[in-house]
């Protein structure tokens, strides 16, 4: 069965970059008709797309994002990881990893989400 | 970027009620669209992709329609486990976006 665990630091200082790690069991990254995806959440509030990137390393971030978003991808521990730099108030949200299922059918698997912080 | 309009925003409704929630997109996005669940603490799940196909697993009391540019999410019977936040997601352009969720109450 897939599944996907969110991992990393939960408090970031402002100014500061956050990182998490994304790490997938069930399903090689290397798999094709993928694509592997973060997604966030503010308190109370909706999911905002993050990016996502392909097994091959090609990645693809919201243009809201881009100048700030890094996502890499590790196949021999079979991860994908999230930087994002120059964080504030604002960038505190539950993160959540997620498959992109290419071929019409979307975000198909999540992971259990991660609460991060920006505080000093 | 495409938006997605979703309404209502809230609902209250009694259990056994049928409730339709609704999900209008900017542009043209075929039938990619996916609606999905969130309980309180929870990750969201998938109930229906590609407009209208019910997810393995869910109570088929949830339907989705639609294409192009206008999509709904009907639940024919609510129940007590019901009660909880809907989102839409066009998965047909890249940046993907979901729509601002629906809250369903029990009234």
């Known amino acids: 069965q897939l599944q996907l665990q969110e991992s990393g630091s939960g408090l970031v200082e402002p100014s500061q970059t956050l990182s998490l790690t994304c790490t997938v069991s069930g399903v090689a990254l290397r798999t094709g008709g993928y694509s592997w995806t973060w997604i966030r959440q503010p308190p109370g509030k909706g999911l905002e797309w993050i990016g996502y990137?392909?097994?091959?390393?090609?990645?693809y971030y919201n243009p809201s994002l881009k100048s700030r978003v890094t996502i890499s991808v590790d196949r021999s521990k079979n991860q994908f990881s999230l930087k994002l730099s120059s964080v504030t108030a604002a960038d505190t949200a539950v993160y959540y990893c997620a498959r992109d299922h290419r071929g019409g059918y979307g975000l198909d698997f999540w992971g259990q989400g991660i609460l991060v912080t920006v505080s000093s | 970027d495409i938006q997605m309009t979703q309404s209502p925003s809230s609902l209250s409704a009694y259990v056994g009620d049928r409730v339709t929630i609704t999900c209008r997109a900017s542009q043209d996005i075929s039938d990619d669209l996916a609606w999905y669940q969130q309980k309180p603490g929870k990750a969201p799940q998938r109930l229906i992709y590609?407009?209208?196909n019910l997810q393995s697993g869910v109570p088929s009391r949830f339907s989705g329609s639609g294409s192009g540019t206008e999509f709904t999410l009907t639940i024919s019977s609510l129940q007590p486990e019901d009660f909880v936040t809907y989102y839409c997601l066009q998965h047909n352009t890249y940046p993907l976006t979901f729509g601002g969720g629906t809250k369903v109450e029990i009234k």
């Open positions: 990137i392909f097994h091959s390393g090609s990645p």
């Open positions: 590609a407009a209208s």
